[in-house]
């Protein structure tokens, strides 16, 4: 019991620490690329107290329910959007024999509860009784059914490699020469990710430029900080997924496993922030297109190849 206890609340403090760090370096890396001076001074020394003053800030504002708004969906929409990340890290493993809970399905369970946090959004357009709140859920809709087929496609391929669905044994069969093998897989598996947490350049359904902010555009003070950090959250879910799925996980010559883990984790973290800050915002048909036409070839193309090696070896 000692052990379980100890083990959730690692992850809990993981599911606290490595999102709000994840948040801070986009602050600073955005900051650098882009030349902002704003996120360099909060708190002087390199603008360390950034993200204090945006929790204050939220902390601070009013929290305000339209009238025509579905109280009780719209109240728990952020919470639907946040959870489900949290559910997902205790089948991921930081390092040998360091998992909460070892699934025999664990990449099932995870991809399964991944998708539950995308509802939050859809739930939050509809419940808003806002136009363009309804059009931002749509779009979030129509985004999550486009790329969670590629996305287990790609995880599906992995699984096929390492013979097991339980993640720690898919990190323990992987080997160097996985890497050019399932390379097309990762990068799938990535973008599809990427595009379910609605991360630039696929966040058409938060369009600021068209549609406010979508499915969030009547959130205000803590609820709306609960959207943003659940964005962060999925950013670093992500990373671990790709880190133990395509990279190895702990795997690594010289340090501690967990701390080859987190490297990967946060080199992943800053190519999400990276595409962020350089390419423009898809269309919704280059988005669908990028999906159905690219995406989903490239899945099939590496579970064939997979399958072929397999049988070869």
């Given at each position: 019991m000692l052990e379980v206890v100890l083990s959730f609340v690692?992850?809990?403090?993981?599911?606290?620490?490595?999102?709000?760090?994840?948040?801070?370096?986009?602050?600073?890396?955005?900051?650098?690329?882009?030349?902002?001076?704003?996120?360099?001074?909060?708190?002087?020394?390199?603008?360390?107290?950034?993200?204090?003053?945006?929790?204050?800030?939220?902390?601070?504002?009013?929290?305000v329910i339209p009238a025509a708004a579905d109280r009780r969906i719209f109240m728990i929409a952020p919470g639907v959007a946040l959870v489900p990340y949290?559910?997902?890290?205790?089948?991921?493993p930081i390092d040998r024999g360091l998992v909460a809970v070892n699934l025999d399905l664990g990449l099932f369970f995870v991809l399964a509860v991944m998708g539950i946090g995308v509802l939050g959004s859809i739930m939050a357009g509809w419940a808003s009784g806002n136009k363009y709140s309804v059009l931002g859920g749509m779009r979030s809709a129509a985004q999550l059914m486009s790329y969670e087929l590629p996305l287990v496609l790609a995880a599906s391929s992995v699984a096929m490699a390492a013979g097991t669905l339980s993640i720690p044994a898919i990190v323990e069969a992987w080997q160097w020469w996985w890497l050019p093998w399932q390379a097309v897989g990762g990068v799938v598996f990535f973008l599809a990710g990427l595009a379910e947490l609605r991360r630039p350049p696929f966040d058409m359904p938060i369009a600021e430029s068209e549609i406010i902010m979508g499915p969030m555009t009547e959130y205000t003070g803590m609820r709306f900080a609960l959207f943003m950090l659940s964005e962060y959250v999925g950013i670093v879910v992500l990373s671990f997924l790709t880190t133990v799925l395509f990279l190895g996980g702990w795997h690594g010559p010289f340090l501690p496993g967990w701390l080859w883990t987190l490297v990967k984790v946060?080199?992943?973290?800053?190519?999400?922030?990276?595409?962020?800050?350089?390419?423009?915002?898809?269309?919704?048909?280059?988005?669908?297109?990028?999906?159905?036409?690219?995406?989903?070839p490239l899945a099939l193309a590496q579970l064939a190849l997979t399958g072929v090696i397999k049988v070869l070896i």
């Open positions: 690692v992850i809990l403090i993981v599911f606290l620490v490595l999102p709000l760090i994840v948040g801070q370096t986009e602050h600073k890396v955005m900051a650098h690329m882009q030349s902002r001076l704003g996120p360099m001074y909060a708190g002087r020394f390199h603008g360390w107290a950034q993200l204090i003053a945006d929790g204050v800030k939220f902390a601070q504002k009013e929290d949290l559910v997902v890290l205790i089948a991921i946060f080199l992943l973290s800053f190519v999400v922030i990276w595409l962020r800050v350089t390419y423009p915002r898809l269309r919704e048909d280059q988005l669908q297109k990028l999906a159905w036409a690219v995406l989903v």
